[in-house]
Each structure stands twice: as structure tokens, then as C-alpha cells.
């Protein structure tokens, strides 16, 4: 199984300003996703990072909002811009290949004031 | 459309009851891959199971077990002997067999184990 760790664990940010996860798994994953997770609520995916290429975003998110690098197959970052209240949740990694088990990094806890 | 559905919100019982959370999946591909996550108060989700369409039988991992029914389309998740620690909540997921290899979740059943 992987072992996946993101950074930081918790932030608490001001209104416009922007926050960088970052997410390290401890082996090469082809495919590397970002979910979003609102209070209460189930996981929606905000994109999927491979790479080498640019991310594919779901319906709903764009690049602008957050941006997502991949450099190589062991490391990823998303970023949440322009801050607002309504971007408080848990931001969550997950790394995996094809139809195998897909693991999921402890959670970024953002919390906009 | 794939979809997952999830209708217990939320389950109480008490120490040592068995419980059942239910799992109902959507879905026109025959081939199709299951999975069942634990997410405790601490935020994680924990990975509990994969399963894919083409194997039925059920399987039991300690007091854990899984019976899977293509023909009513449900993967439903028992706890016997609940336990305390068991308190979290719970997500299925159904993954599709193209190149994205996104999963589709739940919306979750809360479980409360009380003592």
C-alpha cells in the first residue's frame, strides 16, 4: 500500500489570499487526484494530476481557482486561490494506479476567515 | 450515469450490536470495481476493500465482511460486534473501467457506536 502525506495538515487563511497543499506519496503512482470534501458532505474530485501534462479538471473547478503542478510521479500540489468562506473544507490527495486500490493522504483542514 | 447511494445517513447502535451499512450502485458497464472506506473523526479515509464486478463472493476480514450482489446491484458493508473505534463514517465508491479512474462516491452513512 502507498503511504501518502500532504502539507500542511491544517490552515486557517484570510479572505483573497491563497494557500499551497502539497502531497508526497512514498512510491511512483501513475495518476494523482484532488478531492474536495465540505463540511458534512461527500468527496467531490476537483481534478486529476498525471505527469507530465496538465490536470483535468471536473465540472465546476477551473485552473485559475486551483491550480495543480505534478513534477514528478511521487509529488503534487494544488492550490486553492482567492480565498473565500466558501472554500473551507478538507482537501484530500489520493494516489493510484488503474483499477488498484486507491489511497488517500490524511486531509488539509483550511478553514477562510 | 454512475452513481452510488448511500440512504443511511446516519446508525446508532450500541457496543456489540451487528450492523449493516447499505450500498446501491448504478452502472451500464459490466465491469466495474467497488470499494469501501472508513473515515474516522481524525479526517483520514481509511481503505477497507476492492471489488470487482466479475468476483461475487463474499469476503470477511475480521469483523468486517462484504456481500456483494450483482443482481440487486448492492454492496452492502456488516460490522459484527461493534465496537467503539468502529464509530466513523463510512463512503462506498464505484470506479469505471476507462482511463480516468475516478472514483464516485457516496454520500456516506455516519455510524455511532455508543458504549
Known amino acids: 500500500s502507498a503511504v501518502i502525506s500532504q502539507k500542511p495538515s491544517r490552515d486557517i487563511c484570510q479572505r483573497g489570499t491563497s494557500l499551497t497543499i502539497q502531497c508526497q506519496v512514498d512510491?511512483?503512482?501513475?495518476?494523482m487526484f484532488w478531492y474536495r470534501q465540505q463540511p458534512g458532505q461527500s468527496l467531490t474530485l476537483i481534478a486529476t494530476a498525471n505527469q507530465g501534462s496538465e490536470a483535468t479538471y471536473e465540472s465546476g473547478f477551473v485552473i485559475d481557482k486551483f491550480p495543480i503542478s505534478r513534477p514528478n510521479l511521487t509529488f503534487s500540489t494544488l492550490t486553492v486561490s482567492n480565498l473565500s468562506p466558501e472554500d473551507s473544507s478538507i482537501y484530500l490527495c489520493s494516489g493510484g494506479g488503474g483499477y488498484n486500490e486507491q489511497f488517500f493522504g490524511p486531509g488539509t483542514r483550511l478553514t477562510v476567515l | 450515469a454512475q452513481k452510488v447511494t448511500q440512504a443511511q445517513t446516519e446508525i446508532s447502535v450500541v457496543e456489540k450490536e451487528d450492523v449493516t451499512l447499505d450500498c446501491v450502485y448504478e452502472t451500464r458497464d459490466t465491469t466495474y470495481y467497488l470499494f469501501w472506506y472508513k473515515q474516522p473523526p481524525s479526517g483520514e479515509l481509511v481503505f477497507l476493500i476492492r471489488?470487482?464486478?466479475?468476483?461475487?463472493q463474499n469476503e470477511i476480514s475480521g469483523r468486517y465482511s462484504w456481500n456483494f450482489q450483482k443482481s440487486t446491484s448492492s454492496f452492502n458493508f456488516t460490522i459484527t460486534a461493534s465496537q467503539v473505534v468502529d464509530s466513523a463514517v463510512y463512503f462506498c465508491a464505484l470506479k469505471r473501467p476507462d482511463s480516468s479512474y475516478k472514483l464516485i462516491f457516496g454520500s456516506g452513512t455516519r455510524l455511532l457506536v455508543r458504549p
Open positions: 512510491s511512483q503512482v501513475t495518476m
Open positions: 471489488r470487482n464486478s466479475f468476483d461475487e
